[in-house]
């Protein structure tokens, strides 16, 4: 995957909320071990999740400090299919959907809200398409670099033609906490963050997620979650309406 590419995926999901009161997790944690045991252990988590419904608030705020909160439902498919529909007031804002050959929008011709929520739409873009490829495989990449640091492992990618992404994972409940993409400089231009993790069966999953960027930050609190779904075919089929985002 190619810069290009990668960032391109900076783009679909968010089903956000504001911010609430801290929820306390309760989910198994293990024995601390060694970076590669440990990456070994989360790599394997990570594949558990096959797919992914939920519904919740997505909260999408400019660099200005303008922001919209929206009702949102979405699907997932990692590491490259997602779908997001937002509304307000019962009034369709923005359907996304991403694919292995891009990301489409469909948002409201009103002139009054067009501009703001096609920015809100790539923002919500940006988180999407980036949790959902970093969730499907990210751990399995070629040439990882692992170290741990107290009670986090830190996991590096650094391949040629792509940002950096480095990701920092609990070493105790097995789950990563952030991800940052650095860009040639070395500079963060992207972090995602992933807290408030619930277990929904076998599976742990974060419930609440922030976004913050040169574009602006989405916050992101997910209920009525389901791991694992039978999804259909047409759930990541981009409907006629939609434009493709470039």
Known sequence: MRAGTLSGLLL??????????????????????DAASTLKLVAEHAK??????GEGLITLTRPDGESVRLDAAMAMQPPLRARMRAWKFGRAVFDLTVTPDGVWAVIPDDP????????AGVSAAKLAKTWSVLSGGFFESAGL????????????RDTADEPVVVCEVDRATLTPRKYSLL????VTRFTLSLEQYRQFGSVVWPT??????DSGTVEIELRDVEINPELEPAAFVPPRRAEKLP
Do not use: F, W
């Open 12 to 33: 679909l999901l968010a089903v956000g909320g504001g911010c609430g009161a801290h929820v306390k997790e309760n989910i198994p944690t293990y024995p601390l071990t």
């Open 48 to 53: 558990q999740v096959r797919s992914l419904t």
């Open 112 to 119: 009054k809200r067009k501009e703001q929520m096609t920015s």
């Open 145 to 156: 670099k692992a170290e741990t640091r107290g009670s986090k492992l830190l996991v590096r």
């Open 183 to 186: 860009d040639d400089k070395g």
């Open 208 to 213: 609440k997620l922030m976004a913050v960027s």
